[in-house]
Nanobody, 128 residues
Framework: QVQLVESGGGLVQTGGSLRLSCAASGRTFRSYVMGWFRQAPGKEREFVAVISRSGGTTHYADSVKGRFTISGDNAKNAVYLQMNSLKPEDTAVYYC?????????????????????WGQGTQVTVSS
């Protein structure tokens, strides 16, 4: 099992940027596909981005493609989400998650139920 702790959320104006961090501890970081999900009030948790075990491949939701970048640092056991050109509709609690399933399964289904470990979440609020 891996333990995840997110940080970096906050309040930002439309068009601004934030960088979320996720620190992992426990089992070897490279054993997992790492991802970011978000959940807005009254909505279901939705897929944002994932990065492969090697860090060489990424995949994004259409709604954030071109604006968000997921990256990882295996030496620091950390994964990041750089968010640029933020919009009010990006307002949500952002969660870091880890999955043991194969990469192709993860990017095909893009569902939170494939991820077995979760952080506590960090709030991102984008004001208009």
């Amino acid at each position: 099992q891996v333990q995840l702790v997110e940080s970096g959320g906050g309040l930002v104006q439309t068009g601004g940027s934030l960088r979320l961090s996720c620190a992992a501890s426990g089992r070897t970081f490279r054993s997992y596909v790492m991802g970011w999900f978000r959940q807005a009030p009254g909505k279901e948790r939705e897929f944002v981005a994932v990065i492969s075990r090697s860090g060489g491949t990424t995949h994004y939701a259409d709604s954030v493609k071109g604006r968000f970048t997921i990256s990882g640092d295996n030496a620091k056991n950390a994964v990041y989400l750089q968010m640029n050109s933020l919009k009010p509709e990006d307002t949500a609690v952002y969660y870091c998650a880890a999955a043991s399933l194969p990469w192709n399964t993860i990017v095909t289904r893009k569902t939170n139920t494939d991820f077995g470990s979760w952080g506590q979440g960090t709030q991102v609020t984008v004001s208009s």
